[in-house]
């Protein structure tokens, strides 16, 4: 299947679990994919980008080894996806790949996502933090940087900052998230 094919294909994606799953299917079955994906994910400007973005989280979340051949190319491109529908999904992945990294059963994630990786990571999910974004992507981020926090010294401290500066102005779901980042910070 061509970039193009894939490009058409992708049209069909819908909000369904089961269709994005379908889709992630097709992926993994077909490894060759998985940078014709990425192309597509990273035509940022394009509405269809978001629906490669839903295949791919959803790969990401049946099969996350699959993207460690491509995790330069996920974590040089990430912070230039914008369209909201894309931004979830990509921080969601992110969190995908420190809690694979920080799990306590060996995974290749943890031998496979070097310390460049880990920066790129953590400037995204500052960015997600402190840009207008949805809770959901916010959400992902806080995590992320807690558990990241925890082998870089300066997370916690940064993160805490922008949890209690934005407090009042967030909803409730990034409120009743940040309380429980903010206790795990304070007991750490």
């Not at 998985?34 to 979340?61: Q, T």
């Not at 999910?125 to 806080?142: G, H, S, T, V």
């Not at 209690?164 to 750490?188: C, N, P, T, V, Y």
């Amino acid at each position: 299947m061509t970039t193009d094919q894939l490009y058409r294909e992708l049209n069909y994606v819908d909000h369904s679990r089961a269709n994005r799953l379908k889709y992630a299917n097709l992926i993994i079955d077909n490894p060759d994919l998985i940078p014709k994906l990425l192309d597509i994910l990273f035509m940022v400007d394009d509405k269809v980008s978001c629906r490669a973005a839903w295949v791919f989280e959803f790969m990401c979340g049946e099969k996350l080894k699959a993207i460690i051949p491509y995790l330069d190319t996920f974590t040089e491109n990430m912070h230039k996806v914008h369209l909201d529908p894309a931004v979830r999904p990509v921080a969601k992945v992110c969190e995908y790949l420190i809690k694979a990294y920080y799990s306590k059963e060996d995974n290749s994630i943890q031998t496979s996502l070097t310390s460049k990786h880990k920066e790129k990571i953590v400037e995204a999910c500052f960015d997600w933090m402190i840009n207008d974004e949805k809770i959901a992507p916010k959400a992902y981020a806080m995590n992320t940087l807690y558990l990241l926090g925890k082998d870089i010294d300066w997370i916690h401290p940064e993160l805490a900052l922008i949890l209690e500066r934005d407090f009042q102005m967030q909803s409730s779901g990034f409120k009743a998230r940040a309380r429980h980042i903010l206790k795990w910070i304070k007991k750490k």
